[in-house]
């Protein structure tokens, strides 16, 4: 693998006192994810014909609200992947990543998830192959896709241990491979991240290569459901919105969401959001604004090595 950018020298001060010039010097690992993304792109290409998506059309760049945040969206789709999108966004002070890959619905593969987000000195990870399928009511889907790759989780483990507590809610959208995780910059960490993303990113296009279409029309449509609630809990909950209204304004960041991040949300299904998560209808029988019902959980990973769930 090509290693992404080393860091860069940023003077970050320059002030002028009683006529002493005191100049300070940070090192900031400039990580550019959009390297991250054309290099899973290249990898994609040496193992699938990828044709550029309808969206790439209306959807490439973007400037923020502030002149400087820059927005780079990439949008993809092959024979088996419904969507391939990436959207890489980058100002003088934080690099956000959001990568993803979502089957067609005769595919029950899980879905492909990559959300980086730095900050001044800090980053939130978020890398993992999502089930489609929940595994507490499936288990021959853990067997199916996960027990025999938990060796990539193992091997990132102690780099990148899990995160602490987070949004209750989203543990059921995980699988026992993911790396929750934050740390601070460093070359070291941002050099191991990529590998991890390309690693993770491997595994997930392999299986997608490896799978085989679904003939039964009741799974098929069992798929599709299963994917449209997952559209329809992150077009609507995703930790990134608050800062996404931030650099873009409410309607963009609507539009992005909808039909871009979690493009699918308006044609896989019908049903609401209430429809599949009824524990957020407030008395007037709209959404809640809150992010999560269930608060804050799960101090310490809840799986065990080898992929049990042990809350
Ligand atoms: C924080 N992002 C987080 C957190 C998680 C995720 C778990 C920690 C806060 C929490 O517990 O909710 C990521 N959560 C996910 C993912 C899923 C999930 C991937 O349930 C999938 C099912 N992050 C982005 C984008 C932005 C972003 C696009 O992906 C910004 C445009 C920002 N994420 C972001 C920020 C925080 C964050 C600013 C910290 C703020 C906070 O904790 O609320």
Known sequence: FKAPNSPVLISSSTKKTNFKFQSTFRVISAVSYKEFA???????????????SPL?????SMTGLDGKTQLQMLAF????????????????TM???DFAGFMEPKYDTPIFCANFF??????????DLNPLHQLTDKTDYQDKYYNNIMSIHHKYAEIFPWGGKLTGESIKFFSPLVMWTRFSSSQEKHKALFSAFLEYYQTWLEIT??????MDPSQVRANREAQHKYLTWRAQKDPGHGLLRK????????ELLRDFLFRGVNELGTKTFIDYFPEYQTEDGTVSDKRSIIGKSFETRPWDSTGRFIG
């Open 209 to 214: 290569i490896q799978v085989t279409e679904e």
């Open 95 to 97: 690099q956000v990543f």
């Open 38 to 52: 054309d290099s899973a792109l290249e990898e994609t290409r040496k193992r699938v014909l990828l044709e550029p």
């Open 56 to 60: 790439q059309e209306k959807y490439s």
């Open 247 to 254: 650099l873009v304004g409410e309607a963009k960041a609507k």
């Open 118 to 127: 730095t900050s001044a000195n800090m980053n939130i990870v978020v890398l």
């Open 77 to 92: 789709k092959s024979s088996k992947i419904r969507l391939l999108r990436s959207m890489a966004i980058e100002n003088e």
